[in-house]
């Protein structure tokens, strides 16, 4: 790898570097060099002039991602040795196996690779950049990605890069696949289509959600709100829930929803899925479900909107706890990186309190094995659950 350049921090601005966060924002920056241009390679440098690490510079509040810490700079193998350990802790982690062949194999600063996210599809690889750097070496980043999955028998046909912005066009960078592709979580079935749906496809940071949720539904009546691709939907129906309804604002999502259920032999006439927003749907559908799913989208993707999301969430969680059956019970969510994991739960206690009803917390949930969090790095959670009791 080029190194383009030397970034030095203000004295007493590199603990946190020290510390192996990865970012460095700009206002820890003493000098640049000047020539820099986002995407860079750059040497970060202390005070004293001891390096700390290498990164790409991207200009912005975030201006380093710190990728290796030390002074031993970066070789051409960097991807691969990166990517190889990011493998390794899911399989110590048992993820895979003949019945789940969806995982997310590299989750940013979670294993030290920030700016990339890659999910594994059984055997097709769909890579997304969400900085510069990232993006500059994703042909690398695709090479890296065929030669480690193939040295642990765990070949691809096809590496997708999946565009965030209408400035990049997403392409196939290794191989080319059909979509939708069929993909085995915990044995069941899912259509995945990585070229229109949201994000790389589908959320594969619910599945071990999912997985307690079907353990909890037998016998019961249950609604799937905001249900995109019908993933609980499908994992209640398998653990012989009595009833399933799904509802999404969106129509292509019911859509997905319907091929999903008939995908694993459910009818889904008789378990219908709605496309209805959330909060008409729960009107006057009182003691209908034991059984609700609460996992919005972002209602925050910024800290300016977090007042707004709080409010959104409390009134979501309210009517939901106001309308199901005594005894019934709600996997709630929040998936907003600026509403930590307190500020979720002190607004489920306010929701609670305008509902009425006294309610338990079962379980506390988050992003399963395969979306770390670095012990460095915090702000790296961003999915909370609760699994309420209400009574």
């Not at 603990?15 to 000098?31: D, L, N």
């Not at 912005?165 to 069941?188: C, Q, W």
């Not at 003691?287 to 409390?314: M, N, S, T, W």
Request: glycine share 8%; charged share 25%.
């Amino acid at each position: 790898m080029t190194i383009s350049g030397i970034i030095t921090l203000k004295q007493g601005r590199d603990h946190s570097v020290k510390r192996f966060h990865p970012w460095v924002f700009s206002g820890a920056i003493q000098t640049a060099t000047d020539s820099l241009v986002d995407g860079d390679w750059v040497e970060v440098k202390d005070s004293k002039m001891r390096t700390l690490g290498f990164g790409h510079f991207q200009k912005g509040t975030i201006s380093v991602r710190m990728i290796l810490f030390g002074d031993a700079p970066p070789s051409g193998l960097i991807f691969q040795k990166k990517i190889k350990k990011a493998l390794a802790v899911r399989l110590e982690s048992n993820l895979i196996s003949e019945y789940t062949n969806a995982f997310r194999l590299v989750h940013g600063e979670g294993d030290g690779l920030p700016g990339l996210i890659i999910d594994l599809y059984h055997d097709v690889a769909i890579v997304q950049a969400h900085s510069v750097g990232m993006l500059k070496n994703r042909t690398l980043v695709a090479e890296a990605i065929k030669e480690v999955l193939a040295e642990a028998n765990l070949p691809v046909t096809a590496v997708y890069y999946k565009s965030l912005t209408e400035k990049t066009e997403s392409e196939y960078l290794l191989g080319m696949a059909a979509v939708p592709h069929v993909v085995l979580e915990h044995g069941n079935k899912f259509y995945v289509d990585w070229e229109e749906g949201q994000k790389t496809g589908f959320f594969l940071d619910q599945r071990e959600n999912r997985n307690m949720l079907g353990e909890m539904a037998k016998g019961k009546s249950v609604l799937n709100t905001f249900c995109y691709t019908g993933g609980f939907s499908v994992y209640a129906l398998q653990n012989e829930a009595e009833l399933v309804h799904s509802v999404d604002a969106s129509e292509k999502a019911i859509a997905l929803t319907r091929k999903n259920l008939i995908l694993n032999g459910y009818d889904p006439n008789v378990h219908e899925c709605v496309a209805s927003d959330t909060f008409d749907f729960l009107k006057d559908k009182k003691e209908v479900y034991d059984l609700i799913i609460l996992d919005p989208p972002a209602f925050a993707k910024h800290k300016d909107a977090r007042h707004q999301a709080v409010k959104g969430y409390q009134r979501l969680n309210a009517e939901a706890m106001k309308m199901i059956r005594p005894g019934g019970i709600i996997f709630t969510f929040s998936c907003s990186q600026v509403v930590d994991r307190q500020l979720f739960y002190d607004t489920i206690v306010s929701a609670g309190i305008q509902a009425g009803r006294q309610i338990k917390i079962l379980h506390h949930l988050a992003q399963p094995a395969d979306h770390p969090v670095s012990l460095y790095h915090p702000e790296g959670e961003y999915l909370k659950g609760l699994v309420l009791y209400v009574e």
